[in-house]
């Protein structure tokens, strides 16, 4: 091995029991895995499997090509890929059988001419609720679902699922947009559109939105085992357990006397003598460089302060008077319950969410499954 180890160990059997424990918390609705952005960082293809095998019916993806490189490893679930936009060729994607989510008139007449030559094209049409992001305004609803009924009708492309995504920006938002939900789909009934597959919730509505279930629910944050919730909920009150330890070792240990500074800037200075340890992980590898003296990691069976700045590819850890060694084992974050910092606390210092904190885990960190 020539570079510092720095690892994301990923806990698949965590993975499988979060899944299996949404399901059940969800009343047993169906379940879409969605593994976008590498899976948030943990690996697409591994978490891909891991969540089938604990209760996943489907998997979910933004890009085109992040449902062709599942393909490409082999997985053979149902996979609806729906971000796109005026390059996206959608003609691979039908022929890998992949489902196509639909968010204009435009997008579908597309998706419509790409399989003249694939066959039978697969759409989940979507609704925008009220998020304004992606998703067909209502006003286009009935010309959307006119036209969808016409290539049905031609045998060019199947309404496979109906879906929209919602804002969490409270209870009242919550259930605008499921009445908007329910618009789309009378809009649907009256163009003569069965809607196929209705979905609605991601992990935070799957939970606490039993009304916004329909037939399947989309689990994202959930399956890797970290709460969706801004209102301090942990994963251990979800019945989740965070699958991802980021670990690295130490590089060197220092000691050095009061009023020595350490790492750029020198925003910090040791008030009295004590032991300083290099750590090789730094913001080129998703450590938030915004937490740099607000963070603890745990090494030797204790939490110590990141101190200082963190650097592109290390920062400096205090352990004060105690021994610690070159080679020790240093945990950025995992799962609270064995005493490491948690995702959500580097999210708290780093004035982000957990999501952001998992997926920007960056190349140079080698994901691992100990217990593939
Ligand atoms: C990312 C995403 C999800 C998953 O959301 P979580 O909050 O991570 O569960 C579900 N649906 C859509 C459309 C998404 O973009």
């Known amino acids: 091995m020539t570079a510092p180890r720095r690892e994301a160990s990923v806990d698949l059997d965590a993975i499988r029991r979060n899944v299996a424990e949404l399901r059940r918390r969800a009343g047993s609705t169906s379940a879409m895995a969605v593994v976008k952005a590498n899976g948030y960082g943990h690996g697409a293809v591994a978490v891909a499997r891991a969540a089938l095998e604990g209760g996943a019916s489907r998997l979910g993806v933004a890009d085109l090509d992040e449902a062709l490189a599942l393909r490409e490893a082999g997985i053979s679930a149902p996979i609806l890929a729906w971000l796109h936009d005026g390059e996206s060729e959608f ?7 992949i489902e196509i989510g639909v968010s204009s008139l435009d997008q579908l007449d597309r998706v419509a001419a790409d399989a003249v030559h694939a066959g039978d094209a697969r759409v989940h049409i979507k609704l925008d609720t009220g998020l304004s992001r992606n998703g067909v305004a209502e006003s286009e609803w009935r010309r959307l679902f006119d036209r969808a009924r016409e290539l049905a009708d031609d045998g060019r492309v199947r309404v496979a699922g109906v879906f929209s995504h919602l804002a969490n920006a409270s209870d009242e938002s919550d259930a605008d947009q499921v009445a908007a939900f329910e618009r789309g789909l009378g809009v649907a009934a009256r163009a003569g559109v069965a809607p196929g597959v209705r979905h609605l919730a991601s992990t935070a509505g799957a939970l606490r939105r039993p009304g916004a279930r329909y037939d399947l629910v989309r689990l994202g944050i959930g399956i890797y085992g970290l709460s969706p919730f801004g209102d301090g909920t942990t994963s251990a009150d979800l019945g989740l357990s965070p699958a991802m330890t980021l670990r690295a070792r130490v590089a060197a240990v ?3 006397s009061a009023g020595t500074g350490a790492s750029y800037d020198f925003i910090w200075r040791a008030e009295t003598d004590t032991t300083l340890v290099l750590v090789p992980i730094g913001y080129a590898d998703g450590i938030p460089r915004l937490a740099s003296g607000r963070a603890d990691v745990w090494i030797a069976g204790r939490r110590r302060p990141i101190v200082g700045r963190i650097a592109m590819d290390q920062f400096i850890v205090d352990v004060g008077d105690d021994t610690v060694s070159v080679g020790d084992e240093v945990v950025v ?7 490491a910092p948690s995702a ?3 999210a708290t210092a780093a004035d982000t969410i957990n999501y952001e904190v998992v997926t920007r885990i960056g190349p140079r960190v080698a994901r691992t499954y100990p217990s593939a």
Do not use: L, N, Q
């Not at 003609?91 to 890998?96: E, L, N, Q, V």
């Not at 974050?333 to 005493?339: I, V």
């Open 333 to 339: 974050f995992g799962d609270p319950a064995t005493g």
């Open 344 to 346: 959500d606390e580097w």
């Open 254 to 256: 220092r000691r050095v």
């Open 91 to 97: 003609r691979t994607a039908i022929a890998s059988d």
